[in-house]
């Protein structure tokens, strides 16, 4: 063999033995970016936060006394949304003082009174239905404390400053929606939609077929 063929299988060689390192290291790059996706994407499945209270706010001072009232996440404002709901059986002007300040810069508006009006009269049961423990067997009696579990999925927060959380009821198989909005000046979260009170399964001791 030549010189030059010498040098020519040489360079050959090394180019080879370049071509495979780099080719380890793109797959031991991508393999990581793989992991850390997958990673990422299975955090925001079903991912929840709960809350415990030992009491239902019986004003907007008590509320505003819960450490959750910073509202500086959106799971915070939406399990105090419920929690002051489960105070309309008995005082619902209460409630509207509470919403008022869950609400940020929008007011409750005289729409809004019909709306809850519409969905929670005679029907109780279905804020209680929140609460772990309620179910229809159990006329929806939660345990105590009071524990909400606030769910988020991996579109919850696509929209920059805007989220739909969700809240799951004793007396259905799909998690309930609110929509929240944040307020970048303060950094809080409020309600902008409590699309979370559809009709559920009545409770037991009122369904003619129990």
Excluded: H
């Amino acid at each position: 063999m030549g010189l030059l063929d010498q040098i020519k299988g040489k360079v050959a060689s090394a180019l080879k033995s370049e071509i495979r390192e780099g080719l380890g290291d793109a797959a031991s790059n991508l393999g990581s970016a793989a992991v850390d996706a997958v990673k990422k994407i299975g955090k925001g499945i079903n991912s929840s936060k709960s809350f415990k209270f030992d009491a239902i706010p019986a004003n907007v001072t008590e509320l505003k006394a819960l450490k959750e009232a910073s509202l500086d996440s959106a799971f915070k404002t939406t399990a105090l949304a419920i929690l002051a709901l489960a105070r309309y059986e008995d005082d619902p002007e209460a409630v509207f003082e509470m919403l008022d300040f869950l609400n940020g810069p929008d007011e409750t508006t005289k729409y809004d009174r019909q709306f809850f009006e519409e969905r929670l009269k005679d029907k109780p049961y279905k804020i209680r239905s929140f609460f772990d423990g309620a179910t229809p067997e159990n006329d929806y009696q939660p345990k105590t404390p009071y524990k909400i579990t606030v769910i988020e999925n991996p579109y919850s927060f696509d929209e920059e400053n805007w989220a739909t959380l969700y809240v799951k009821s004793g007396g259905d198989e799909n998690p309930r929606p609110v929509k929240l909005r944040k307020k970048p000046s303060t950094g809080q979260w409020f309600i902008t939609d409590m699309q979370c009170l559809g009709d559920i399964k009545i409770p037991k001791s009122e369904d003619p077929w129990a």
